[in-house]
């Protein structure tokens, strides 16, 4: 389970190779201001549940990871907001995104493993993070995950004029929502019991474990984007 859960951590490593900025009016985000290449960028973010949260991200605060596949849309996709003032940083994550495509953005789109999407909170010397892999555990219904996946819808994908042959100038417009959860990093006795008698007994549930025994807590996080990013010049966006 932990090896599974820190997956997503190295794929994002990866994955955010390019720092975009964006414009925005998704879902009515605000305005950012676009900066020397005449990029712009900005999320939107409201948190709610175990955890209130309630941010706008513009410029460097926003981020943008890109990786190009090698089959048209199988484009991978991170987007990430980050909020940071005296000493608390909040951070929102989505992704790696596969199925990212420019000429179809309502293609299926896939998170991996469930880990789609992560609220990262920091305060001083104590911090937390609920991810969708957690939700998948400990509140989870569907065996298929289908409440633990990332919902990343556009409104508008808008190629525009690049002076640089060797990249293509988009706009993307749109939303996000998902469930994650913070589970306990050492399950207790009580719960790891509780969910192997269950299993024995009754065989396969969802979700695996008992939320409330074993002190699961669940948030929902949602929000809108407006960014302008440059991306890899293809002969085919994909």
Same mark, same amino acid.
């Given at each position: 389970m932990t090896q599974a859960r820190y997956l997503p951590f190295l794929l994002i490593a990866l994955v955010a190779t390019l720092a975009g900025c964006g414009d925005k009016d998704a879902a009515k985000p605000g305005t950012a201001a676009a900066d020397a290449r005449g990029l712009s960028k900005s999320m939107t973010v409201d948190v709610?549940? /175990?955890?209130?949260?309630h941010y706008e991200a513009k410029g460097d605060a926003v981020a943008?990871?890109?990786?190009?596949?090698?089959?048209?849309g199988a484009n991978w996709?991170?987007?990430?907001?980050?909020?940071?003032a005296e000493g608390d940083r909040n951070e929102v994550s989505i992704g790696p995104i596969m199925g990212f495509s420019f000429d179809n953005p309502d293609q299926e789109k896939q998170a991996i493993m469930f880990q789609g999407g992560r609220v *990262?909170? /920091?305060? &001083?010397?104590?911090? /937390?993070? +609920?991810?969708?892999?957690? +939700? +998948?555990? +400990?509140?989870d219904a569907d065996k298929s995950g289908a409440n633990s996946n990332v919902q990343l819808n556009f409104s508008k994908?808008?190629?525009?004029?690049?002076?640089?042959?060797l990249l293509d100038r988009y706009r993307l417009v749109?939303?996000?929502?998902?469930?994650?959860?913070?589970?306990? *990093?050492?399950?207790?006795? &009580?719960?790891t019991k509780e969910a192997a008698a269950y299993a024995a007994q009754h065989g396969e549930r969802h979700p695996?474990? &008992?939320a409330k025994l074993?002190? /699961?807590?669940?948030v929902v996080a949602k929000g809108s984007f407006d960014i302008t990013q440059d991306f890899p010049a293809t002969n085919k966006a994909g």
């Open positions: 709610s549940g /175990a955890l209130n949260l943008v990871g890109f990786l190009p596949g090698k089959l048209p996709l991170t987007l990430s907001a980050d909020q940071e *990262e909170v /920091a305060h &001083d010397e104590n911090s /937390a993070s +609920y991810d969708t892999g957690s +939700y +998948y555990q +400990y509140f994908i808008e190629k525009l004029e690049s002076s640089n042959k749109g939303t996000f929502k998902f469930n994650a959860a913070l589970s306990p *990093e050492q399950p207790s006795d &009580d719960c695996g474990f &008992d074993c002190e /699961a807590k669940s």
